[in-house]
């Protein structure tokens, strides 16, 4: 039996006494205009969530040419970066900051590969998509890129640090 403690919010386990909240490595996740047209969004959010990743910030937003200009600025020379962008700015997206550790290998892990015919069942990818283009969800491909990915999508006062009162049961001492 769990020995309890009593406050005014009523009786839970003492380890949640001392509960805080510890960083971690943290990620990008777009969530493309496919995926939010065909209402794919919380299901996508939910695989995350259940895997045990802890949402830092979420949010709604249009992309335009210059946010798509910095963001895929690596392609910006290739022939298909103009189907690109009006890919990503065919309706809103919604961009999240999830974090864990090893986050950002845990995300793409999850994701599968960039063609999600190629993309293995069970990945989001595999279980959602069907095109190379229209590959359902972007994510940071490394703990630098997130970074600047991060800084590029939201404001520091946009993800939040606050305690989960599940990570005790997701992590054990050890790995945070």
């Known amino acids: 039996m769990v020995e309890t403690c009593r406050s005014t919010y009523g009786a839970f386990p003492p ?5 805080h909240y510890q960083p971690m490595e943290r990620t990008l996740v ?4 496919g995926a939010v047209q065909r209402e794919l969004v919380g299901a996508i959010i939910g695989r995350f969530e259940r895997k045990g990743l802890h ?34 700015k065919a309706s809103p997206v919604i961009v999240c900051c999830w974090e864990g550790v090893d986050a950002v290998q845990v995300v793409r892990n999850m994701t599968g590969v960039t063609n999600s015919r190629n993309a293995q069942p069970g990945t989001i990818r595999g279980d959602y998509g069907m095109s190379m283009q229209e590959n359902i969800i972007h994510t940071s ?7 600047v990915e ?27």
């Open 15 to 19: 380890f949640l006494l001392f509960l």
């Open 55 to 88: 949402l830092a910030g979420l949010k709604m937003i249009q992309l335009d040419d210059k946010i798509l200009a910095e963001h895929y600025a690596h392609l910006i020379d290739k022939p298909f970066f103009p189907t690109i962008c009006a890919s990503m």
């Open 141 to 147: 491909d490394s703990v630098e890129n997130a970074a």
């Open 150 to 176: 991060l800084a590029r999508f939201f404001k520091p006062e946009e993800m939040f640090d606050y305690a989960k009162a599940a990570h005790g049961f997701i992590y054990s001492k050890d790995e945070n």
């Open 30 to 33: 777009i969530i493309k205009p």
